[in-house]
């Protein structure tokens, strides 16, 4: 298992443009996360899995956004017609409650698409 | 809402010296779970330590140790004989016990190792 991994790790776009970003969560692993991040920032939560369900967006996910986790298993995070706010590294997260006994459900990040909007 | 707030944007110590971060946070949960995250010039998150709320002990993994007050909603990290690759932005984490179980994060604060 080489934990979660984020592709690509660098993205350059022009505003108004449209990007993906892809996450593969670690094998097994039934919630997954999105987060964002800005320069000199702790994360802030956009939005979370549990299997191919979507239950949660944050308020920050304007409608620009869309995510999706087909067959539980990756997941894409569209933004449509980027602006300059948009630029941020984004970090998807994952982790497993399938037989885990403690409670802590730890969550294992990935090492973020950094996304420059010019 | 649940908030985080880490006062100390950077912090610095001599290498093999002490340090401790601080962070508060507002809740009114009574069962949750707090983590400090280290994210190296890399910028991927590493879980350095996690305590759960309705744990008296104090949380300690080897050099790594917290000051959990639950009343006084404090959460600090203490970092014994520092090490140059412990120099990394220190995030704290809140988690709720139910629900999304997302994580709230504070600011961050910039750790610098001096030789």
């Known amino acids: 298992d080489t934990g979660v991994s984020q592709d690509p790790r660098h993205k350059i776009t022009k505003r108004g443009q449209n990007v993906t970003f892809r996450c593969d969560p670690i094998?097994?692993?039934?919630?997954l996360y999105w987060y964002r991040q800005t320069l000199g920032q702790g994360p802030e939560f956009l939005t979370y899995f549990q299997n191919e369900a979507q239950l949660e967006k944050s308020r920050l996910l304007s409608d620009r956004f869309s995510a999706e986790r087909p067959k539980g298993s990756f997941s894409t995070l569209e933004i449509q017609r980027t602006e300059q706010g948009d630029s941020a590294m984004y970090l998807c997260?994952?982790?497993?409650?399938?037989?885990?006994?403690?409670?802590?459900?730890?969550?294992?990040f990935g090492p973020g698409t950094r996304l420059t909007v010019t | 809402a649940q908030t985080v707030t880490q006062s100390q944007p950077e912090m610095s110590v001599q290498e093999a010296e002490t340090v401790t971060l601080s962070c508060t946070y507002d809740?009114?949960?009574?069962?949750?779970?707090l983590f400090w995250y280290k994210q190296p010039p890399s910028r991927q998150m590493i879980l350095v330590i996690r305590?759960?709320?309705?744990?008296?002990q104090n949380a300690t993994e080897n050099r790594f140790s917290v000051n959990f007050q639950k009343a006084a909603k404090s959460f600090s990290l203490k970092i014994s004989d520092s090490q140059l690759g412990d120099a990394a932005m220190y995030f704290c984490?809140?988690?709720?016990?139910?629900?999304?179980?997302?994580?709230?994060f504070g600011q961050g604060t910039r750790l610098t190792i001096n030789p």
């Open positions: 984490a809140y988690r709720a016990f139910q629900g999304a179980q997302k994580l709230v």
């Open positions: 997260a994952s982790s497993s409650t399938l037989g885990v006994s403690n409670r802590v459900y730890e969550q294992y």
């Open positions: 305590q759960e709320a309705y744990k008296q």
């Open positions: 809740t009114s949960e009574s069962d949750y779970y």
């Open positions: 094998s097994e692993h039934n919630r």
